[in-house]
């Protein structure tokens, strides 16, 4: 067999059906962009977007565009572009807030719904904010709760029914290992309990299936592979057989039935508007609005398939080119597989660094996880071949260990 060479990952180029859609982005040149898991690059369409928000709406429409301009729908018209990548229905999904922020009003919205239950459950490694966040609201339910943290897989041991809510994340930000989404809210709902999916490394990147799922509650950040721009809103979902039934623990006027009858009592708007507390952020919900063009008309499946093509290709490559030099962390299973690939090395962060000293920009997780997101709407076969080439280049001269490449900086 001879080995992949760059004429193969140009002819891979050259056969994709996404290719033409990378355009939809604006990409420094030379840049090799493996991070758009942390932070998605900025799509054409949301600068346009942003600029005509800006310069016509508020520029010239001043307050009458919150009539005028739809301002008051963004954050459900938004929910209604989000629905389709997650298995939403319109009308289901809201885009407010940050990502903690909405966990909260879920993590609280559920609690109520459980109150003779005593146990939370969730996973020991979980993004931190998720268990912080966590821990709070439990504080806060006004009942004794106990939060455990798991390790991955005792699940199944820990459910009874004491449990009112278990909160998972669906793609593991460190490992990349994706969930069963629909199983586990299945036996959830065996033992009873509710089900909190955190889709923030899902969606825009992996299949996702709420409603067939019979999922309860998700919530999930915009700016990772929806392109949402720094800080861009989150998005909340509660299935429609709930949402008439739960309430916002955070209420505001916004999410008052009637907010300009300026009454002294909160009667919620129906449905998930409802869950909507303040003003929004116009300027991040046009920025938001733009991003969601470039997965217009995109075959949902064909996303998966280019990610799962592009992270085989990755690992199959360093392990070619550099047999035994890194631990894989991600599954090999393509079911287990969301759509970023890490590796474990001690010497992680150095090999992070002087990958972006290169222009291949992934990112460390500590304490010794290299990371490369594989965003299948402008991430090309030959990227992934060229970041392989300089990893490569990195570890046979020892880059990596190079003294410039060791001090830490605030954002890893
Ligand atoms: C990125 C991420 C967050 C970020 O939360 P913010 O409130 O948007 O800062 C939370 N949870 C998970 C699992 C994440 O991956």
């Known amino acids: ?28 040149d030379g840049l090799i962009y493996l991070d758009g898991n942390s932070l998605g690059p900025l799509v054409r369409a949301s600068a346009a977007r942003v600029t005509g928000t800006v310069t ?27 629905a389709p990548l997650i298995g939403a229905g319109p009308g289901e999904v809201v885009a407010t807030d940050s990502l903690t922020i909405l966990l909260a009003k879920a993590i609280g919205a559920a609690l109520a719904l459980r109150p003779e239950r005593s146990t939370v459950l969730t996973d020991a490694a979980n993004f931190h904010t998720d268990l912080y966040i966590l821990e709070a609201m439990a504080r806060r339910a006004g009942r004794p709760l106990q939060v455990r943290a798991l390790e991955r897989g005792d699940l199944a041991g820990a459910l009874d ?8 994340t669906h793609v593991d930000f460190r490992t990349g290992e994706m969930l069963d989404l629909a199983g586990l809210t299945a036996q959830v709902h065996r033992a ?17 299936d709420l409603t067939g799922a019979g999922a309860d509650f998700a919530a999930g950040c915009t700016y990772k592979y929806l392109n949402g721009g720094p800080g861009s809103p989150a998005f ?19 999410g008052h039935a009637r907010p300009f009858d300026f009454e002294a009592t909160f009667t919620p708007a129906p449905g998930i508007r409802g869950f909507v507390t303040s003003t929004p952020s116009i300027l991040a919900l046009a920025a938001l609005d733009g991003a969601l063009d470039a997965f217009d008309g995109i075959d949902p499946a064909a996303l998966r398939a280019k990610s799962l093509a592009l992270t085989d290709l990755f690992i199959a490559l360093v392990e070619e080119r550099l047999p035994g030099a890194l631990a894989l962390v991600t599954p090999r299973d393509h079911a287990r597989r969301g759509s970023q690939v890490a590796w474990r090395h001690p010497a992680a962060y150095g090999i992070v660094q002087a990958l972006i000293a290169r222009g291949v920009v992934g990112d460390f997780r500590a304490p010794d996880i290299a990371r490369f997101g594989f965003a299948p709407l402008y991430v090309r076969y030959v990227d992934v071949f060229d970041a392989v080439t300089h990893l490569a280049a990195v570890l046979e001269a020892g880059e ?7 001090t830490r900086r605030a954002v890893t």
Do not use: C, K
């Open 56 to 82: 016509d709406e508020w520029g010239q429409g001043l307050i009458a565009s919150w009539n005028t301009a739809g301002w008051m729908d963004l954050p459900l018209s938004i929910g209604d572009r989000i």
């Open 1 to 28: 067999m001879t080995a992949y060479s760059r004429a193969d990952a140009l002819a891979a180029d050259a056969a994709d059906p996404l290719a033409g859609r990378r355009d939809a982005f604006v990409l420094p």
């Open 400 to 406: 990596h260990l190079d003294a410039r490449h060791a």
């Open 236 to 254: 909340l979902w509660i299935a429609p057989r709930l949402v008439g039934e739960v309430a916002n623990p955070l209420p505001g006027w916004l």
């Open 161 to 168: 029914d004491s449990v009112a809510l278990v909160m998972l």
């Open 192 to 208: 009873g309990a509710l089900m909190l999916w955190d889709l923030a490394h899902s969606t825009g990147a992996v299949p996702v």
